[in-house]
């Protein structure tokens, strides 16, 4: 099934209730695009250095649009001390994984907290929108986690989520740390999946696309190989239509891999976007 999940329940049986429309068939184009680390955006704001994978506040490339509902992808890091002060979003379920450092996380609905690596943190936004804020919560070293938006396909209540996964959780495994209600990790509104895994060196992991599916897979650290592709750390692939995207690590190696449905309609301020 694809489109939006309803946490609803009718006569026991979960359904699927958002109306999606598919703009394009975009399963019918099966693609794997291999990003290397240089060709993706960087910013640097000197309290900062952001790696923009996808269209970003001025940064715009329309061939770099997202895939499907997930419209950003970033890697951050800021330097020890400093925060990104509170800031309004609307209408866009915001993700974060915690790579390494102390996150620190306010917004004014009153919600706070320390996250280490390996965390995860789902603060969803409403058409009324909300603040929030990360902070690097050491004054002496450096922090780095990824934050991406998934956008909704039916209206959202603001909110927060977090959870703090270790090491082991993920070893040798693909560890899903979000997903529809009722599965695995964080709940998402939308029909997406997120996963996280720590391969050893020699270490093999698989992940089926089925159809009118997509996704993105993104090298934290390590090298691997991705089918007959070497990838290093900060390389990434965007993945559209039935794809078996086959892992194997040449070294210790950190992964992260969002599977969305490419069959979704944006609501609120994405509409018409």
Not at 126 to 147: C, D, V, W, Y
Not at 184 to 200: E, F, H, P, Y
Request: glycine share 10%; aromatic share 8%.
């Amino acid at each position: 099934m694809t489109g939006c999940p309803d946490a609803r329940s009718e006569a026991g049986t979960d359904r699927w209730r958002c109306n999606v429309t598919t703009i394009a068939r975009m399963e019918d184009r099966v693609t794997l695009t291999i990003r290397r680390d240089s060709e993706i955006f960087a910013a640097d704001g000197g309290w900062f250095h952001a790696r923009w994978h996808f269209s970003f506040d001025h940064y715009h490339d329309p061939a770099q649009m997202g895939v499907g509902p997930l419209r950003v992808f970033n890697d951050d890091r800021i330097v020890a001390g400093a925060d990104w002060p509170m800031h309004p979003h609307r209408d866009i379920e915001s993700l974060t994984y915690v790579v390494e450092g102390h996150f620190e996380h306010a917004d004014s609905l009153g919600n706070g907290g320390r996250l280490e690596p390996g965390a995860a943190q789902v603060m969803t936004f409403s058409h009324a929108g909300a603040l929030h804020s990360e902070r690097n919560g050491s004054k002496t070293e450096p922090m780095l986690f990824i934050q991406f938006w998934i956008l909704p396909c039916r209206g959202l209540r603001s909110g927060v989520q977090q959870r703090q996964y270790t090491t082991s959780d993920r070893a040798g495994r693909w560890l899903q740390i979000m997903g529809p209600a009722g599965e695995d990790g964080l709940d998402l509104s939308q029909d997406a999946r997120v996963l996280v895994s720590r391969l050893a060196a020699g270490q093999r992991l698989s992940h089926d696309f089925g159809e009118g599916r997509g996704g993105y897979a993104y090298l934290i650290a390590g090298t691997a190989m991705l089918g007959d592709e070497k990838l290093d750390a900060g390389d990434a692939a965007k993945a559209r239509g039935r794809h078996n995207l086959a892992v194997q690590a040449d070294a210790d190696s950190e992964l992260i891999l969002i599977d969305v449905s490419l069959d979704s309609r944006p609501v609120g301020v994405w509409a018409h976007s």
